[in-house]
């Protein structure tokens, strides 16, 4: 959310509070798809079905001391910046947020199409973060190891009305959770691929994407390894 500045009043605060968790100004709703952005939900509380992909990037080594302070920041730019572009390439996206080393997007997947439609795009970012890493290893400067974490579950939303009617919406709940916790086993050891999906995910593919995971039984998902074939081409070409 972007901060918009006023003025803290704790007695404000406190009559809030009381609003929120004595009365009838905010109701808790479920439902299964995200709502549009034009819908206000400023006095409710909403439970909704969603895709999240995370990707979580590891370092290989500290970047934070002298020069390294300097390919650490354009590491981190060019990394926010293509996986935002390539978010934003699909109108399935609705919430894009990066912090410390992760990167995340919230997808309205109401539909078994939209979730097969995500396979695409994961293949895209699993290629797009192959090749920086290539960039950074041609420059010789260190590389990075990197997971993706995909989920489909409840996430809880509501907005946030700030001064001058300004309105943002706030994401919590379990998808984000183990979005995280999912990327976190991509890559851990020699046998675990990149990309990890829930379980529950992966019930929704068709068979033909279903093709491209096996079981994690260590991790209780699935993984896989999948690239887009056109930028892979490209990755191919120019590793010699």
Not at 69 to 82: D, E, F, G, N, P
Request: charged share 25%; glycine share 4%.
């Amino acid at each position: 959310m972007k901060p918009t500045y006023k003025v803290y009043s704790f007695e404000e605060s406190l009559r809030e509070m009381e609003l929120i968790l004595d009365g009838d100004v905010t109701t808790v709703t479920e439902q299964n798809a995200l709502p549009d952005d034009s819908e206000n939900i400023i006095k409710k509380s909403l439970y909704a079905y969603c895709s999240v992909i995370y990707v979580d990037i590891r370092v290989m080594q500290d970047w934070t001391d002298g020069n390294k302070r300097i390919l650490y920041a354009k590491l981190y730019r060019s990394l926010v910046t293509q996986v935002c572009s390539l978010f934003e390439s699909t109108k399935l996206c609705q919430d894009i947020n990066s912090s410390d080393s992760a990167i995340w997007g919230i997808f309205d997947t109401r539909y078994k199409n939209d979730i097969n439609e995500l396979i695409t795009l994961v293949a895209q970012l699993n290629s797009l973060l192959k090749t920086l890493n290539f960039k950074m290893s041609k420059r010789q400067w260190p590389t990075f190891r990197w997971g993706i974490g995909v989920c489909y579950d409840r996430i809880l939303l509501f907005d946030v009305k700030g001064d001058c009617d300004t309105i943002s919406r706030a994401f919590f709940g379990p998808v984000l959770k183990n979005a995280t916790r999912l990327a976190s086993y991509g890559n851990k050891t020699y046998f675990d691929n990149p990309i990890m999906i829930s379980e529950i995910f992966y019930s929704n593919l068709n068979d033909d994407n279903k093709k491209l995971f096996s079981n994690n039984a260590e991790h209780d998902c699935y993984h896989g390894n999948i690239i887009n074939v056109e930028m892979d081409e490209w990755y191919k070409k120019n590793n010699v």
